[in-house]
C-alpha cells in the first residue's frame, strides 16, 4: 500500500489547496479593516455585538434538536426498508430528495399557513423550525444512512445475531449501529453545517438564528461579514470536531463484527 | 464472492422456495402489508410537514391572480426562455455531480484506503462537513476575493509573474466559473458519503485479487466498481439534487447573466418587479417533475447495475 | 364579500373622523402602550436611518419593536402578511414599507387598512392614496457609488460610464428581473440615452452596450464587493450610497455622485396591515414617521422625507442637516415614474433583459 500512497498525497495535496485558498483569501480581507494596516478590528466589532454569540447559541441548539429529531426518525426508517421492505426504496428515496425542489420560501409559509390555527397551532413554538430543519437535512440523513447500511451485509448480520438469539434492539443497538458510525456520523455533521447556516426558514418563522444574523451584516458592511465567515467555519468545524472526539472515545468498545469498520 | 450477491440482492421473496403456482403465498404478503406499516411515523411525518404545507405548490400553479383556475401558467412554461432556464440548471447540476463526484471520489480515497496517516482522514471528514455547507454569498465572496479581477490568487500573478488572467480570457463570472464555485461544497459532500461505502471495503479484497495476479486496472474494473456502483450512483444523485435546487451562490457570482430556474422562481415570489407568484408555484412544480424523472432514472440504474454485480 | 363592506365602512369612518385624528392622539398612545408590541418587516438599520428611527420609538413611547427579515423585498413583505393571516404570533407583520407599485396590488388583494394621519394634509397629492390605504413616505435618487481608491477619474454621467478606463469596473447592485434599484437604474440610463419613461428600450440597449465593450461585470455590487475594488462602481439609491459612504469611514473613500442626466427618484409607501397583531401601536407608528421628528430622522438617513416641502417652508429644518445632503441642484432635473409607468417598465426590462444583456452562458 505504501507505494501507491504518494497518488493519494497528491490528491489531499490538491484538495487542500483548492479548499484553503479561498479561505485564505477571505480571512486577508477580513484583516482589512484599518485602512493600511493588517488588523483584527473587524473581529473585534464582531465580538463586541452580543447578537453574535447569541445567535450562534441559538442555532448550535436548534441543530442538536434537528439531528436528534431527525435520526430518530430516519435510521429505523432506513433499517426497515433494507431489512423488511425493499420494495419501498424508490419511495423514500423520491420524499427524502423532495425537499432539495421546494423552495425554502414556500415551505417557510406553508408550515405558517398550515399551523397558524388551532389544534395545530405550532407557529410560535421552536419545534415548527425544528421540523422544518429536519425536512431540509432529509436526504443528507437518509442518503449518509442509506450508504452505511449498504456498506455493511445487514441481511446477514440480522440473521446471524437473530440465530444467535438475540432480539430487535439488541440487534439494533449492538450490531447495526456501532458499524453505522462512518454514516452517522456524516448525517450528523452535514445537518450540524446545515442548521447552523440555514437562513430563510429562521427569518421567516422569526427566530434569532445565526444565519440571519450573517446576512444582516452582511448587507451594509464590508470586512466584518469576511470576519465572520471565517469566525463561523472555524467555530463549526470545531464543534463537529468534538462531536468526532467524543464519539470515538466510546468506539474502542464496540464489537469487530463490524463489516471494515476502523 | 457470495456475500456480494445477498448485499445486492434485493428481494426477500427469492428466498421463499418456489411456488408451483408462480405467486407469493398469502402469508408473505400480508406479512409484507404489515412492513409497510412500520414506514408509518415516517409517512405521517412527511404528511404533515412537508405535502401539507407545500401543497400550495400545486395548487397555486392551476390558478391566477384571483384564484381561479387556470392552465396559463403551463404554457409559459414552455416559452423559450424558461425551457433554456431549466437546461442550463440541469446542466450546471449535472456537471457539477460529475466533478465534485469524481473529485470527491479520489480526495475519499485518499484518505480512507490510500495508506494516509489517520489523523489526516479526521481532518479531511470534519472539514467536510463545514465546507458542505458554505455556500450562498460568503462562498461567492470567497471566490470573488481569490479569482476575482482583484482577487488574491489574480493579483499575485499578475504581481510576481506578470500574467493578467483576464487578458487570458479567464472570467470567474461564467459557467465554468460558477462550477467551479459549487464544487467548493459539491466535493465534501462526496467525500462524507462515501467514506462508508469506502470503509466497506475489505482490504483482503485487494490483497486477494493481487495475489492472483490482477493488475490495478482489473482490480477496479472487476471488483472495485461494481461493489461501490450503487453507492456511487446514490451519492451522484444527491450531488445533482444538491446543486438543483441551489441559487444562493449562483444570484450572488453571476447575477442576472446565467438563468438558473431557482433565481427565476425567487424572481416570481419574492422579487420586486416581475412578482407573479403563481408562475413561481409552477416552475417550482417543473423542478419536482424533473427531479421525479431524475429519481426514476436514478432507480433503473441501480437496478441493472445490481444485475451486472452478479 | 363581508370582508369587503368592513373594509369600506371603517374606511369611511376613518375618513369622516380623520380632522380628529390629532386630538386622540393620548387615547391613541394609551392603546398603543397597552399592545406593548409592534411589528415592523424589512426594515435594514441603515435604510434611510430607520435604525434611529425605531430606537426613537421605542424609546418614546416604551414598545418593544419586533424586527422581521430586514433584507426582505416588498414582495416579501405582501406575501408574509399574507401568510400570517390566521397568526397573531411574533411573524405577522403590522406595518408595511414597500415599493410605490405595490400599494395598489396590497389594496386589491385587502391586505391593508386606511389610515389617515394627522399631517396628511400636508403630504403631496401625488404620492397618496385617496382614501389612506398608503401614502409616500421618502424618496431619493439613484446615485453612483463610487470606491475612489481604485476609480480616481470618478464617472459624472451615464455616457461616461462606457469608457474604455471603466473596463471590468461597472456591476448593478441587483438584477434588474428582481430588484426594484437595478431595474431603476435601467430606466435612469434610458432617459439619459434618449428615451423617456414610456420607453426603456434606449436604456437596454445602453446595457447591452456595456456588457459587450467588457465595463459590465454580471456581479451583484455589494458594500463588500464595493470595498474590495471587485466592483468600484454602482448604482445605488443617493441615501444607500452615502449611509455606506459613513460606514466605511474612508477605508475605502467612496464618492456620491448624481448623474447629470438620467436622474430617477422612486418613492416607497407606508401602509398597515389588515391583520395586524397590534393594529393600535401600528398607528401610533405612523403617527410618528409623519411627524416633524420622524420625518427629520428620515432626513438624516439622507432620504428626502414626503413632506420635506412643508418642513423647508415652516423652516423647522436644522441648517446643519441641509447641507448634509447633495446639492439640491442636482435634483432639479429628477423624473418619478408613475406607477403605471413603473408597472409597463418593469416588464419591459424584466423581459428585454435577457435579450440584450444576453443570459447566454459564456464558455470559458
Redo the contacts between chains.
Keep these: 500500500m505504501k507505494r501507491r500512497a504518494w497518488l493519494s498525497w497528491l490528491w489531499f495535496a490538491i484538495g487542500i489547496v483548492y479548499f484553503f485558498l479561498p479561505l485564505a483569501a477571505t480571512f486577508l480581507f477580513s484583516l482589512k479593516g484599518k485602512k493600511g494596516v493588517l488588523s483584527f478590528v473587524a473581529y473585534e466589532h464582531v465580538f463586541a455585538d452580543p447578537q453574535f454569540l447569541k445567535t450562534f447559541g441559538f442555532s448550535l441548539e436548534m441543530a442538536v434538536f434537528t439531528v436528534a429529531a431527525g435520526l430518530l426518525l430516519i435510521v429505523p426508517t432506513a433499517i426497515w426498508i433494507h431489512l423488511k421492505v425493499p420494495k419501498a426504496k424508490p419511495l423514500i428515496e423520491f420524499f427524502t430528495l423532495l425537499p432539495f425542489v421546494i423552495p425554502p420560501i414556500i415551505l417557510a409559509f406553508g408550515l405558517i399557513r398550515s399551523f397558524s390555527k388551532p389544534p395545530l397551532a405550532l407557529v410560535s413554538s421552536p419545534v415548527l423550525l425544528v421540523v422544518g430543519y429536519v425536512i431540509i437535512s432529509f436526504p443528507y440523513i437518509y442518503r449518509s444512512v442509506d450508504a452505511g447500511l449498504r456498506a455493511m451485509d445487514l441481511r446477514g448480520l440480522s440473521e446471524a445475531a437473530q440465530s444467535l438469539g438475540s432480539g430487535w434492539t439488541r440487534l439494533i443497538f449492538s450490531v447495526v449501529l456501532p458499524n453505522l458510525r462512518t454514516a452517522l456520523l456524516s448525517a450528523v455533521f452535514l445537518t450540524f453545517a446545515i442548521v447552523i447556516g440555514e437562513l430563510t426558514l429562521a427569518v421567516l418563522l422569526a427566530w434569532p438564528a445565526f444565519g440571519p444574523y450573517m446576512a444582516l451584516m452582511g448587507r451594509n458592511l464590508a470586512y466584518e461579514p469576511a470576519a465572520l465567515a471565517i469566525l463561523s467555519f472555524a467555530m463549526t468545524w470545531g464543534a463537529i470536531g468534538l462531536i468526532q472526539l467524543v464519539t470515538k472515545s466510546g468506539k474502542d468498545k464496540s464489537s469487530g463484527i463490524g463489516v471494515g469498520a476502523h | 464472492m457470495t456475500?456480494l450477491d445477498?448485499?445486492n440482492d434485493?428481494?426477500?421473496a427469492d428466498k421463499s422456495p418456489p411456488d408451483p403456482m408462480g405467486h407469493v403465498p398469502r402469508a408473505a404478503r400480508r406479512k409484507?402489508g404489515l412492513?409497510?406499516l412500520?414506514?408509518l411515523?415516517?409517512f405521517v411525518?412527511?404528511f404533515l410537514?412537508?405535502l401539507?404545507?407545500?401543497?400550495?405548490?400545486f395548487t397555486g400553479s392551476f390558478q391566477d391572480a384571483s384564484g381561479a383556475f387556470t392552465l396559463k401558467n403551463f404554457e409559459h412554461l414552455f416559452r423559450p426562455?424558461i425551457l433554456?432556464?431549466y437546461l442550463?440548471t440541469i446542466r450546471v447540476s449535472a456537471t457539477t455531480a460529475v466533478l465534485g463526484g469524481a473529485?470527491g471520489f479520489?480526495?475519499a480515497?485518499?484518505?480512507s484506503l490510500?495508506?494516509?496517516p489517520r489523523p489526516?482522514r479526521?481532518f479531511?471528514?470534519?472539514?467536510?462537513?463545514?465546507?458542505?455547507?458554505?455556500?450562498?454569498?460568503?462562498?461567492a465572496?470567497?471566490?470573488?476575493?481569490?479569482l476575482?479581477?482583484?482577487?488574491?490568487?489574480t493579483v499575485l500573478l499578475r504581481s510576481f509573474f506578470g500574467i493578467d488572467l483576464?487578458d487570458k480570457?479567464?472570467?470567474l463570472?461564467?459557467?465554468?466559473?460558477l462550477v467551479f464555485t459549487y464544487t467548493?461544497f459539491q466535493?465534501p459532500?462526496m467525500i462524507?458519503?462515501?467514506?462508508?461505502?469506502l470503509?466497506?471495503?475489505?482490504?483482503e479484497w485487494r490483497e486477494a485479487s493481487e495475489n492472483l495476479g490482477a493488475s490495478s486496472l482489473q482490480y477496479w474494473l472487476h471488483v472495485g466498481i461494481p461493489v461501490l456502483l450503487?453507492?456511487l450512483l446514490?451519492?451522484l444523485?444527491?450531488l445533482f439534487?444538491?446543486a438543483?435546487?441551489a441559487y444562493a451562490t449562483a444570484?450572488?457570482?453571476?447575477?442576472?447573466?446565467?438563468?438558473l430556474v431557482?433565481?427565476l422562481?425567487?424572481?416570481q415570489?419574492?422579487?420586486?418587479?416581475?412578482?407573479d407568484?403563481n408562475l413561481?408555484?409552477t416552475l417550482?412544480l417543473g423542478?419536482?417533475i424533473?427531479?421525479?424523472f431524475s429519481?426514476?432514472l436514478?432507480?433503473w440504474l441501480q437496478r441493472i447495475s445490481s444485475r451486472w454485480v452478479k | 364579500m363581508r370582508r369587503v363592506t368592513v373594509v369600506a365602512l371603517s374606511a369611511a369612518l376613518l375618513v369622516a373622523l380623520a380632522p380628529v385624528a390629532f386630538a386622540q392622539s393620548k387615547q391613541l398612545v394609551d392603546a398603543a402602550k397597552k399592545e406593548g408590541q409592534l411589528t415592523v418587516i424589512a426594515l435594514p438599520h441603515n435604510w434611510v436611518n430607520y435604525g434611529e428611527m425605531i430606537q426613537a420609538f421605542s424609546a418614546k413611547y416604551g414598545i418593544r419593536v419586533n424586527e422581521l427579515n430586514p433584507d426582505g423585498s416588498s414582495a416579501e413583505e405582501l406575501e408574509a402578511i399574507k401568510a400570517n393571516k390566521d397568526n397573531k404570533g411574533p411573524q405577522a407583520p403590522d406595518v408595511i414599507d414597500v415599493g410605490l407599485k405595490f400599494g395598489p396590488e396590497a389594496v386589491a388583494s385587502g391586505l391593508i387598512v386606511p389610515y389617515k394621519v394627522s399631517t396628511w394634509a400636508s403630504i403631496p397629492d401625488n404620492v397618496k392614496e385617496k382614501s389612506g390605504y398608503w401614502y409616500g413616505d421618502y424618496y431619493g435618487a439613484l446615485a453612483f457609488e463610487v470606491n475612489t481608491d481604485i476609480v480616481k477619474n470618478p464617472p459624472k454621467d451615464w455616457s461616461d460610464l462606457l469608457k474604455p478606463e471603466y473596463k471590468g469596473k461597472f456591476a448593478l447592485a441587483g438584477d434588474p428581473r428582481i430588484s426594484n434599484q437595478a431595474f431603476l437604474t435601467v430606466v435612469a440610463a434610458s432617459l439619459a440615452n434618449g428615451g423617456s419613461l414610456e420607453n426603456v428600450g434606449p436604456g437596454l440597449q445602453f446595457f447591452a452596450k456595456l456588457n459587450k465593450s467588457g465595463n459590465l461585470i454580471p456581479l451583484i455590487a455589494v458594500t463588500g464587493t464595493v470595498a474590495s475594488g471587485e466592483t468600484p462602481i454602482t448604482v445605488e439609491w443617493d441615501y444607500n450610497a452615502l449611509a455606506n459612504r459613513d460606514t466605511l469611514a474612508g477605508n475605502p473613500n467612496i464618492q456620491v455622485i448624481i448623474p447629470q442626466t438620467g436622474v430617477v427618484a422612486g418613492v416607497y409607501i407606508q401602509a398597515i396591515s389588515a391583520y395586524a397583531p397590534h393594529p393600535s401601536a401600528a398607528k401610533l407608528w405612523m403617527e410618528f414617521l409623519y411627524s416633524d421628528e420622524g420625518q427629520l430622522i428620515w432626513l438624516k438617513g439622507y432620504g428626502h422625507p414626503v413632506r420635506y416641502a412643508d418642513l423647508a417652508k415652516r423652516g423647522v429644518i436644522p441648517a446643519a442637516l441641509a447641507a448634509k445632503l447633495p446639492p439640491a441642484a442636482s435634483y432639479a432635473k429628477v423624473l418619478f415614474p408613475s406607477l403605471e409607468q413603473q408597472t409597463a417598465e418593469g416588464k419591459a426590462i424584466a423581459e428585454g433583459w435577457d435579450r440584450t444583456v444576453g443570459a447566454d452562458i459564456q464558455k470559458k
Excluded: C, Q
Aim: net charge neutral.
Design positions: 456475500a445477498e448485499r434485493p428481494d426477500p409484507e412492513a409497510w412500520g414506514l411515523p415516517f411525518f412527511v410537514f412537508m401539507l404545507p407545500v401543497a400550495s405548490i426562455n433554456n432556464s442550463v473529485l479520489l480526495i480515497y485518499a484518505i490510500g495508506g494516509l489526516l479526521s479531511m471528514s470534519t472539514f467536510a462537513g463545514v465546507a458542505s455547507n458554505f455556500a450562498g454569498v460568503p462562498l465572496f470567497a471566490f470573488i476575493a481569490t476575482g479581477r482583484m482577487g488574491l490568487v483576464y480570457g479567464f472570467n463570472y461564467s459557467f465554468w466559473g467548493y466535493i459532500l462524507l458519503i462515501i467514506l462508508p461505502a470503509d466497506g471495503m475489505k482490504k450503487p453507492s446514490a451519492a444523485i444527491l439534487g444538491n438543483f435546487g444570484y450572488a457570482l453571476t447575477g442576472g447573466l446565467i438563468n431557482p433565481i422562481i425567487g424572481a415570489i419574492r422579487g420586486n418587479v416581475l412578482h407568484a413561481g408555484y417550482a423542478m419536482v424533473i427531479m421525479t429519481i426514476a436514478y432507480s
